[in-house]
C-alpha cells in the first residue's frame, strides 16, 4: 500500500479496470459452477453477460438478440462445441472463443479448423480468458462487416407463394423439386422454432411409414449443397440432434 493510499481520508475501494466495457460476451457452458464463475468475472470487468447451458439455448437466444463473442464449451450436452462452432461460423460473423479439456494438438487444430478465433485449455486462467476476448475485440473490430448487415441478410430469404422457387438475399432465384418444396414451406411457417424430423417427413412424402428417415438429411445436405452452388451462400438451416430441424430467421 503506498504513502498516499494510506493517508486517504475515506474508505479504499478496489480499482476495477474494465477493459471489457462495452462487448457483449455470451458463456455457453453446462457446469454451473464455471458459468457462474466466468459470468461474475467478466461483469466484473465490464463485459455484457448471458450465460446458457447448451447449444439450443444459444440458438434460441441469437433469433432474439446478437452478441459479439461466444465462449463455447466442447463438453456440451446435445450437439458439441465443435459442431456447434461450425454453425456460428457459417451463419454470422461472431467472435468463438472455444473452452475445452481437450489440449492435444490435434483437437486445437479441429477446433480452429471449425471456426474458433481463441483455443482456451481447462483448467481455466480468468485472466487469460479476458486477454483473449480483449485481443479479439481488437481483430474483430479492425476486420468485420456490421452485425446489422448480416442480420439483414439472413432476414432476406424468402420461399415463392407458390412454394416452387427460393429467392436469396441478393434476389438469386432457385427452383426446388417437389420434396425440397415440402420441407421448406414447413420451415417457412415455423420460422425460428424446431420442425421434428416426423413433420417434415410427412410433408415430403405421401407414403412417411415406409420413408428412410436418413433420406430426410440427405435432401437438407443436398439442398445446401445446391443452394451454396447457385448463390454462393448458406441457407440457414440447422440440425438439432434429437429434435429436427431448425430454420433462423
Known sequence: MTADQHNHSGPLLPVVDRELDGLTVWVVEDDPELLALMLDDLSWRGAAVRGLGSAEALYRALLQDRCDIVVLDVGLPG?????????????????????????????????????????????????VLAAGLLSLRRRLS???????????????????????????????????????????????????????????????????????PHRLD???????????????????IRALRGQGYLLTP
Do not use: N
Open 218 to 236: 440427405v435432401l437438407v445436405h443436398r439442398l445446401r449443397a445446391r443452394v451454396r452452388t447457385a448463390t454462393g451462400l448458406e441457407l440457414p
Open 142 to 212: 479492425a476486420g468485420r462487416p456490421a452485425v446489422e448487415t448480416v442480420t439483414e441478410v439472413q432476414r432476406a430469404w424468402q420461399l415463392s407463394a407458390d412454394g416452387w422457387t427460393l429467392h436469396s438475399p441478393a434476389q438469386q432465384t432457385l427452383a426446388l423439386t417437389a420434396m425440397e418444396r415440402g420441407a421448406l414451406q414447413l420451415l417457412f411457417e415455423a420460422v425460428g422454432e424446431p420442425v421434428t424430423r416426423e413433420r417434415l417427413i410427412e410433408r415430403v412424402t405421401d407414403a412417411p411409414w415406409d420413408f428412410d
Open 79 to 127: 450437439e458439441d462445441g465443435y459442431a456447434v462452432a461450425g454453425h456460428l461460423r457459417q451463419a454470422a460473423d461472431i467472435g468463438i472463443v472455444m473452452l475445452t479439456g481437450r489440449g492435444s494438438p490435434h483437437d486445437m487444430a479441429h477446433g480452429l479448423t471449425q471456426g474458433a478465433d481463441v483455443y482456451l485449455v481447462k483448467p481455466l486462467d480468468l485472466d
